[in-house]
Nanobody, 120 residues
Framework: VQLQASGGGLVQPGGSLRLSCAAS????????MGWYRQAPGKQREWVAS???????TYADSVKGRFTISRDNAKNTVYLQMNSLKPEDTAVYHC???????????????WGQGTQVTVSS
């Protein structure tokens, strides 16, 4: 099972991007899905999470600008990013916790990351 992230790119300040992250393989369910980001020279930081009941939490730095959502039927998590700032520039990684398949369980899976660059 893998997580494949997509949707990154170059955007001007104030612009928007939508990231997607899909779990491949025979996945039955995922408890918690989330997004993290890592800027150059900085530690990876948590951005947002969503559980299987669609309850969401956000880092203060993105609250009101980013929206996390998921499609359980597709085992996919999204991150809608609006009002982007240069300080949002980072590699964005998705993460899945509590991944269940047919006769197997994986506690945590990380996606490979997608670059988001906010610059004029």
């Amino acid at each position: 099972v893998q997580l494949q992230a997509s949707g990154g790119g170059l955007v001007q300040p104030g612009g928007s991007l939508r990231l997607s992250c899909a779990a491949s393989g025979s996945v039955f369910s995922i408890n918690l899905m989330g997004w993290y980001r890592q800027a150059p020279g900085k530690q990876r930081e948590w951005v947002a999470s969503i559980n299987s009941l669609a309850s969401t939490t956000y880092a203060d730095s993105v609250k009101g600008r980013f929206t996390i959502s998921r499609d359980n039927a597709k085992n996919t998590v999204y991150l809608q990013m609006n009002s982007l700032k240069p300080e949002d520039t980072a590699v964005y990684h998705c993460k899945a916790d509590g991944v269940y398949g047919s006769g197997w369980y994986v506690p945590t899976i990380w996606g490979q990351g997608t670059q988001v660059t906010v610059s004029s």
